[in-house]
C-alpha cells in the first residue's frame, strides 16, 4: 500500500513530470532532472536513517532474488563461505542461490515460528553472516541482530519488508538492503547501504549488472534504470520525512500490529497466530482459521468489505495481513470489527 498523496503525485507525473511538460516515464536517465531526483533520494536516504559517510547508498533493478545473487559475488573471498541464518521462507531461498553458485553454510535454522537466542557459532571461514530481518510469509521478525559468537563477524540483512520502518544502527552492519515495493515504493528497484570497503575489485570477473563496482562508479546508473521507480522511492523517502520519520513509522508499526494481534488471541476458539510474541512480525500478521475450512468464506467476505489480499502465502495458507508504513489504523480496526463479526457468525 501507498499514501494516497503519493499515488495522487504520481499520477500526476504521468501526464506532466514537475510542470516541465512531459511525463515521467519520458523522463531521460542520462539528464539533470533524473540527476536531481537520485541525489534527493540518496541524501533522505542518508538523513532519515542516519547513514554514517562511510556507506555508499546503491540502488539496483531486479528485486530481491537479484540480491540473493549479488551478495555472494561480492562479498565472498576464494576461500571463503557464505553464512546464513535461515528463520523463514526469503532467508531459505538466499541460502539456495548461494549454495548454488557457491559456497554457503548454514549457520541456523528454524521451524519458521522460531528465531535463535542462543548463540550461533561463526566458523572463521565465513566471509558474512547474512540474515532476513522480516519473514513477510512466515510472520516473524527480529527485534536485534542474530546473537552470534564473532564480534568482528560482517552482517548483511534483508531488509526488504522492514525497510523504513524503525530507526536502524546501520554501522552495526556491512550490508543492508531492501526491495523497495513493501515499504518504501514500486516493484523492480531495491536500494542498498554498503560499507565502502566493500566494494572492491573481485578476484574473479563478475557479470557488470551484478557488480556492485559498477553501480558505485557510475552513481547507480550502470543502463538504463527504471526512473519510475526511482521517483516513486523519493516520493515514499519525503513522506516518511513529512509523516515524522522513523520514530513515527516505528510507532505506528506497533499500534497497528498490537491492535490485531490483541483480536486473534482474544479469541483463540476461531483464530490462531503460533508465533511467539516476541517473534511476531509487525508488518506481517500471520494466522489461520482454526477451522480452516473457512479460510476461503473468511477471504470471500473481507473482500466484500474492501479488505483484499489477504489470503496467506500460496506456500503457506491462512491469513497474512501486511501492515506496511501507509496502511492506515482504522483499516486495522476495520479488519479487528470485520474478525469480530465473522467470529460472532460462523463459532461452533
Known amino acids: 500500500m501507498m499514501p494516497l498523496s503519493v499515488l495522487e503525485a504520481v499520477r500526476d507525473a504521468m501526464i506532466d513530470f514537475d510542470g516541465k511538460g512531459y511525463s515521467i516515464l519520458e523522463l531521460n536517465h542520462r539528464s539533470a532532472h533524473f540527476d536531481e531526483i537520485r541525489r534527493e533520494l540518496k541524501e533522505r536516504i542518508r538523513s532519515l536513517m542516519s547513514v554514517p559517510e562511510e556507506y555508499e547508498i546503491l540502488f539496483c533493478p531486479g528485486g530481491g532474488r537479484q540480491q540473493f545473487s549479488m551478495i555472494p559475488l561480492n562479498l565472498l573471498t576464494e576461500s571463503g563461505r557464505g553464512g546464513y541464518v535461515v528463520t523463514g521462507k526469503w532467508s531459505q531461498l538466499a541460502y539456495e542461490e548461494c549454495a548454488r553458485i557457491t559456497k554457503a553454510a548454514l549457520l541456523w535454522k528454524g ?158 476458539g476461531m483464530y490462531v497466530n503460533e508465533i511467539p510474541s516476541s517473534n511476531r512480525s509487525r508488518m506481517n500478521v500471520v494466522f489461520r482459521l482454526r477451522d480452516e475450512s473457512l479460510t476461503e468464506k473468511f477471504v470471500r467476505e473481507a473482500e466484500d468489505e474492501g479488505m483484499i489480499n489477504l489470503a496467506g502465502h500460496r506456500s503457506k495458507g491462512g491469513i497474512r495481513v501486511s501492515l506496511y508504513n501507509a496502511m492506515p489504523i482504522d483499516a486495522v480496526e476495520k479488519l479487528v470489527q470485520f474478525m469480530k463479526s465473522f467470529s460472532n457468525r460462523y463459532a461452533v
Not at 566458523?123 to 522480516?134: E, G, H
Not at 564480534?151 to 531488509?159: H, P
Not at 522492514?162 to 515504493?185: C, E
Request: charged share 20%; hydrophobic share 45%.
Open 111 to 268: 521451524d519458521g515460528s522460531t528465531l535463535p537466542t542462543a548463540t550461533i557459532e561463526v566458523p572463521v571461514d565465513v566471509d558474512y553472516v547474512y540474515y532476513c530481518d522480516n519473514e513477510t510469509v512466515d510472520g516473524t521478525e527480529f527485534r536485534d541482530l542474530p546473537p552470534l559468537d564473532r564480534s568482528d563477524a560482517l552482517v548483511v540483512a534483508d531488509m526488504s519488508s522492514n525497510f523504513m520502518s524503525r530507526p536502524v544502527d546501520v554501522s552495526r552492519y556491512g550490508v543492508l538492503w531492501a526491495g523497495v515495493q513493501k515499504n518504501f515504493g514500486a516493484s523492480g528497484l531495491s536500494v542498498l547501504i554498503v560499507r565502502k570497503n566493500l566494494i572492491r575489485n573481485k578476484a574473479k570477473p563478475v557479470p557488470l549488472m551484478l557488480d556492485w563496482m559498477k553501480y558505485a562508479q557510475t552513481d547507480s546508473v550502470p543502463n538504463s534504470v527504471p526512473v519510475l521507480q526511482f521517483y516513486v522511492a523519493l516520493l515514499m523517502a519525503r513522506w516518511v520525512e513529512s509523516m515524522g520519520g522513523l520514530e513515527a513509522m516505528d510507532r505506528a508499526a506497533k499500534a497497528k500490529s498490537a491492535l490485531l494481534y490483541g483480536a486473534i488471541d482474544a479469541n483463540p
